[in-house]
């Protein structure tokens, strides 16, 4: 899924539209941190940078790359997610 596997696979305008609903609703529940205060940056900037963390650390799942038990796994998927948002001024 996030290597495109699928070469020919061409998105049509549902998935399009698809993709787009999730853009808006990512971006706006990272305006809304934001706007608490648990958050700092642009609202596009940190939505991306989520989704590459997120899309990352799915792909290396996916490989076998975050370890072989649920505990590993867990704990990878943990610091991936508490380092970023602490980087942008969140808590974990």
Same mark, same amino acid.
């Given at each position: 899924m996030f290597s495109r596997p699928?070469?020919?696979?061409?998105a049509g305008p549902d998935e399009l539209a698809a993709t787009s609903s999730v853009r808006?609703?990512?971006v706006g529940r990272i305006r809304r941190c934001i706007d608490a205060g648990r958050l700092r940056g642009d609202e596009t900037d940190v939505a991306h940078v989520f989704v590459a963390?997120?899309?990352?650390?799915?792909?290396? +799942?996916?490989?076998? &790359? *975050?370890g072989t038990s649920t505990?590993?796994? +867990?704990?990878?998927? &943990? *610091?991936a997610i508490s380092t970023t948002l602490n980087g942008f001024g969140g808590r974990s």
């Open positions: 699928f070469t020919d696979f061409s808006v609703l990512t963390v997120i899309q990352g650390m799915a792909f290396a +799942e996916a490989a076998g &790359r *975050l505990e590993s796994i +867990e704990r990878r998927w &943990r *610091l």
